[in-house]
């Protein structure tokens, strides 16, 4: 009887087991099998966070993210310039830690400093390791010289030099190529388009691709059927626009005359070509939505720094602390992300790379530092953080800024003068229509940067803007002379009036404290700290 009892309960134990084990077989087919997460990032040039510039130039793309993604209203770059803003986007550090501290080559810009310091802990590399198919197609440095693909990158089509759209040479996959002028075969945003959504269709998951588009950088040549479409309009004026000669400022923007009349019309024309060019990145976003599963890619979008139409009187370029300079358009679409979704918070460049490995780590397995940083052969820890909702966040309140200024190296003529960046301009400026208007034969002096507008700034915004918060939200800067500037932009929210000389001593001496303890942070926990409040206040004369 016993042993008949226990033949029974292992035959019945048997025939549960199996029933059960079809049972949770029925339920795997029936579930849908969770695909790894593709990563997109976009990086347009110059593209700046002012509304006209994102409703006239990227109506579909913010459309978009408006719907489907978050918009982080407070982005900003921690340099406000091309090569240290990339080699901050592709690593998650500031230029202190990657040390790419200008647009050349000796100061970091390719060559053995991008080698040894960007190259090896970019995100594209990071992603690699963790078993992710990478793909960089456009502009990677602005002195990257064709002749290598680097580290970690599967698909590559990189351009030789800074941004143009004709006439450039490209290294795809270790071959060079060659491009001339021709619209069909040459214009470089089509072709990043092209070959960026062909890696992602046809790369199996999960893959990264990394878009990095020349526009809207001048000569902003827009494709034909875009020419003059915005030959009407005009960029927004504000209180600061063509305004000049404020002492309280520091050397190159108090010294600066206002814009002439042909320094005008090339400022209003740059601004109508730059649209203009906008509209193939706009309507090829569109192409890209249909090509990828939405619901599987994380789509990051953003630019490499802002740019000035006028304000202070400078005109079509960058490489400044203020508000117009740092801020860029920051969206964010994907399965991790709410949709509908508007974020007041501090956001950075420095957090792209942090926030594209955290969405990989979700389910792949973790081959790369942590936010500290470290191991597994990466030396450069994170000083950004990752935006994906639910990650380890700190509230940030402030961040740093730092630019080095550049310069001749002498005399070259009554323009082109030593230790500034200045040249002339004449109708020759732009080679596709519509062409510049000034006459012939006629040129006028354009100057966009010199060797002392060099600086490291603390821009801060308290998450709380109350009265008992005097520090709620500033810019302070230091410029090597010895120079300050202070604005409280919750009173002067055009940075006019520079206040640093109204401070009381003790508040501008825990002011540069900050700053120096900014500049040499790494990693984000040291780079945390300038999100403490300030010990001094504000007395009531400022």
Known sequence: WYQRRVREAVVSTQS??????????????????????????????????????????????????RNNGVIYNNAFVTTPICCPSRASILTGTYQHNHRTFDNTVVNGCDGPNWDMNVAPNSMGKRLHGMGYKTGMFGKYSNNYNGKEVPPGWDEWMGLKGNSVYYNYTLN??????????????????????????KFMTETKDPWFAYLSFPTAHEPFD??????NQFKDSTPTKDATYNKTGDDTKHWYTRSREP????????????????????????????????????????????????????QFGMFMDKRQPYEVTIRVPMFVSGPLFPKGSSVGGIVLNIDIAPTVVDVAKQLTEDKTPDQEGGIHGYELAFDGQSLVPGSTQQSRSSFVIEYNGEGNDQDKDDCSRKDMRCWYKDNTVWATPPHFDIPKGEKFCFCEDSRNNTFICERRISAQLTLEDDFSDFLHCHFPSGFSEFYDL???????????????????????????????????????????????KLNETV
């Open 490 to 536: 919750h009173q002067d929210p055009f940075q006019e009036k520079n206040v640093w000389g109204d401070l009381p001593e003790e508040v501008r001496f825990e002011l540069m404290c900050r700053l120096e303890w900014g500049v040499r942070c790494r990693g984000l926990e040291e780079c945390s700290v300038l999100n403490r409040g300030l010990q001094t």
């Open 259 to 310: 814009m002439t009349k042909y320094g005008e019309l090339y400022n209003n024309q740059g601004w109508q070509r730059r649209l203009s060019s906008l509209q193939t990145i706009d309507k090829g976003f569109l192409r890209i939505l249909k090509s990828v599963n939405q619901a599987n890619t994380t789509i990051v979008f953003t630019s490499d720094n802002g740019f000035l139409f006028g």
């Open 16 to 65: 549960t087991g199996i029933m059960m084990f079809t049972a949770l077989i029925s339920l795997l087919v029936l579930l849908p099998l969770v695909s790894p997460r593709n990563i997109l990032v976009v990086l347009l040039d110059d593209v700046d966070y002012q509304p006209k510039t994102l409703s006239l130039g990227l109506p579909n793309v913010t459309k978009h993210f």
């Open 172 to 197: 795809r996959n270790g071959k060079e190529e060659k491009h001339g002028d021709n619209y069909q075969n040459d214009y470089l945003p089509e072709l990043i388009l092209q070959a960026g959504i």
């Open 222 to 227: 827009a494709a034909p059927e875009h020419q």
